[in-house]
């Protein structure tokens, strides 16, 4: 009897987005073709956000013909997007392959547009008033998942904008999911890409002590912010649980590191929860705490998540504990609350109202 022979799968060409201009230069050079190619298809697909083959008129004939064969431009399809009534946020919902589902965020503001990327499919860290948490973990996003929600929504808003911020604040950990992160961040400062400054890119981090360490070792200027919401222990441990293992002092000391080593004021996130944190002894220790090391302070009063008890304080309540900490703390902002209407502010992004 003749064995079963396996179905041979066609092997399909990696994604133009998960690619470095470096990798993409020797994927070509396997097939043939000179290295240059890659910086032509950088410069087509970042530059002059031009994805077509018929459209690469400076490439040859040949070479456009094979394209599709030799690296997959297509981006993750938007299901759906939302928009706030003022138009100012959008949320997109991004179809993976595999079926499952990714969300993000752009914002305008008066000042910027702000792209805020996720880089997990759900968090396994499980926060307790954040509704990515409460899906648990589906997966990592690829590097080219990362970097496809970028040139998704660049595309949705025509590339009008010459300068852009991006913020890893949508759903997941990001130093979670450090490799395919670092390598979305390289291909999207690429100065012959989207040459996005590193200063222009902020990873959010609930705390994982080791990674915020790696990270400060990277030489970059990218921005930290680091998810603190409790000034003791004891209710870190439960707002984040990601505090049993890694406690504030250690935090803090890595959070200082990385200040230090990277010339940036590192932003301490603070979600206030009405009667939990924002009791006038908190913003005393915030402030001492902020002292310690180059921060700024970051407020973000709670945005609802259904099935979750916290309470947003009143407005009265999140300037007054703004005002406590002024005096004391180097910088203190108010985050405004963008996207509530659609579900899509920080905390929200987990298949809610779409
Ligand atoms: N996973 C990263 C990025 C998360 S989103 C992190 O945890 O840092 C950005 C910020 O929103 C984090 O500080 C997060 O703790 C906070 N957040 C989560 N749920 C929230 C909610 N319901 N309301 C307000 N902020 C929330
Ligand atoms: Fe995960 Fe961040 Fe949500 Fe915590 S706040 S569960 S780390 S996405």
């Known amino acids: 009897m003749t064995p079963v022979q396996p179905i041979q799968q066609a092997q399909l060409p990696p994604s133009f987005y998960g690619l470095s201009r470096d990798q993409l230069a020797s ?8 290295t240059f190619r890659a910086q032509q298809l950088f410069s087509w697909v970042y530059q002059k956000h031009e994805r077509h083959p018929l459209a690469m008129t400076d490439l040859p004939l040949s070479f456009r013909g094979r394209l599709e064969e030799l690296c997959d431009l297509r981006l993750p399809p938007a299901e759906a997007v939302l928009a ?18 990714v969300e993000c965020v752009s914002m305008r503001t008066t000042r910027r547009l702000t792209f805020c990327l996720s880089s997990q499919v759900g968090c396994a860290l499980g926060c307790a008033f954040c509704a990515t ?14 970097v496809g929600q970028v040139v998704a ?34 291909i999207l400062r690429d100065e012959r890409g989207l040459n996005m400054g590193a200063r222009r890119i902020t990873v959010s981090t609930s705390g994982l002590v080791p990674q915020i360490r790696k990270l400060a070792g990277e ?59 924002d009791r006038p002894e908190d913003a005393a220790r915030l402030a001492d705490m902020a002292r310690a090391l180059p921060s700024k302070i970051n407020l973000i009063p709670y945005n609802p998540v259904p099935g979750l008890e916290w309470k947003r304080p009143d407005h009265r309540a999140v300037e007054a504990f703004a005002h406590r900490l002024m005096p004391r703390a ?11 209407e659609i579900w899509a502010a920080c905390g929200q992004l987990g298949g809610l109202g779409a």
Do not use: C
């Open 27 to 34: 994927h070509l050079v396997t097939h043939g073709l000179p």
């Open 84 to 101: 706030t009534p003022d138009s100012a946020t959008h949320k997109f919902v991004l179809e993976l392959a595999g079926g499952a589902r």
């Open 153 to 186: 929504m660049g595309d949705f808003h025509r590339w009008q904008d010459e300068r852009f911020n991006i913020v890893f604040m949508g759903m997941g950990e990001p130093l979670a999911n450090y490799k395919a992160l670092m390598d979305a961040i390289r």
């Open 219 to 277: 030489g970059l200027q990218l921005g930290l912010a680091l998810s603190l919401h409790a000034t003791t222990d004891e209710l870190r441990d439960r707002l984040v649980p990601v505090n049993r293992r890694w406690p504030l002092r250690e935090l803090m000391a890595a959070a200082r590191e990385y200040g230090e080593r990277s010339g940036r004021r590192v932003t301490l996130e603070y979600t206030l929860l009405a009667g939990v944190n």
């Open 133 to 146: 948490g409460l899906m648990g973990l589906k997966r990592n996003l690829a590097a080219s998942e990362i």
């Open 330 to 340: 180097p910088a203190v902002t108010v985050r405004r609350t963008l996207g509530g």
